[in-house]
C-alpha cells in the first residue's frame, strides 16, 4: 500500500495567513492527489482534485501543487471558515489512501 | 443537485451483522462508482472498497475482505454495504462517495455513525 505521510499534524494561524500543508507519498503517485477539508461533524468536502484542479464552488484562494511524491495545499489567505481538518488523499492504486490530517485552527 | 443519503446510527451487538444504505439522487447511479469509507479517531480514514452499480463489479482494500460486502439495487439507485461479524473495532463512521472522472470522490453522504457494543 502506498503510505502518505501528512505534515503538520496541527496548525495554528491568523486571519489572512497564508497557510501550506503538505503530503508526501512513499512511491509516485503521478499527481492523483485529492485535498478534502472537513468540519467538525461533517463529511470530508473535495476542494482540489488531480494535484491542481480547484473544485467547483471552492474559493480560489484554495490551490494545490506537487507531482511525483510530494504535494502541497496552499490557502492563500486565511479567513475564518477554514478552520477544519484537513485530509489528502491518493487515488493513483488501490487501495486508495489518506494522509493522518492537518487539524487547523485561528491563533 | 447530487445528493448521497445515508441510512441512520447503529448500535448492534459483537457477532452480528450490520447493513448501510446510500441513496443517490440528482445523477444517473450507474454512471459513476461508488466508494465506501471508514472513519475512526485512532485509525483516521480507511478506503474500504468500490463498487461499479451498473455491472456489479467490486475492489476491496485487502483489509476489508470478508468484512464488507458491497452490493447496490439500481432500481432504487441505492448502494449498500454489509459488514459481518461485528467486534468493537469496527465501531466507526462509515461514509459513501460517489467517484467522478479519473476516481475522484467528489460527494460523500453524510455518513452513518456503527456502535458495536454488548
Known amino acids: 500500500d502506498i503510505q502518505m505521510t501528512q505534515s503538520p499534524s496541527f496548525l495554528s494561524a491568523s486571519v489572512g495567513d497564508r497557510v501550506t500543508i503538505n503530503c508526501k507519498a512513499s512511491?509516485?503517485?503521478?499527481?492523483?492527489l485529492d485535498w478534502y477539508q472537513q468540519k467538525h461533524g461533517e463529511a470530508p468536502k473535495l476542494l482540489i482534485y488531480?494535484?491542481?484542479n480547484l473544485q467547483t464552488g471552492i474559493p480560489s484562494r484554495f490551490s494545490g501543487s506537487g507531482s511525483g511524491t510530494d504535494y502541497t495545499l496552499t490557502i492563500s489567505s486565511l479567513q475564518p471558515e477554514d478552520v477544519a481538518t484537513y485530509f489528502c488523499?491518493?487515488?493513483?492504486?488501490?487501495?486508495?489512501?489518506f494522509g493522518a490530517g492537518t487539524k487547523l485552527e485561528l491563533k | 443537485q447530487v445528493q448521497l443519503q445515508q441510512s441512520g446510527a447503529e448500535l448492534v451487538k459483537p457477532g452480528t451483522s450490520v447493513k448501510l444504505s446510500c441513496k443517490a439522487s440528482?445523477?444517473?447511479?450507474?454512471?459513476?462508482?461508488m466508494n465506501w469509507i471508514k472513519q475512526t479517531t485512532g485509525q483516521g480514514l480507511e478506503w474500504i472498497g468500490i463498487?461499479?452499480?451498473?455491472?456489479?463489479?467490486?475492489s476491496y482494500n485487502v483489509k476489508f475482505k470478508g468484512k464488507a460486502t458491497l452490493t447496490v439495487d439500481k432500481s432504487s439507485s441505492t448502494a449498500f454495504m454489509q459488514l459481518s461479524s461485528l467486534t468493537p473495532e469496527d465501531s466507526a463512521v462509515y461514509y459513501c462517495?460517489?467517484?467522478?472522472?479519473?476516481?475522484?470522490?467528489?460527494?460523500w453522504g453524510q455518513g452513518a455513525s456503527v456502535t458495536v457494543s454488548s
Open positions: 462517495a460517489r467517484t467522478k472522472d479519473y476516481y475522484v470522490m467528489d460527494a
Open positions: 440528482g445523477y444517473t447511479f450507474t454512471s459513476n462508482h
Open positions: 463498487i461499479n452499480p451498473g455491472s456489479g463489479g467490486t
Open positions: 512511491q509516485n503517485i503521478n499527481k492523483y
Open positions: 488531480n494535484t491542481n
Open positions: 488523499l491518493q487515488h493513483s492504486s488501490r487501495p486508495y489512501t
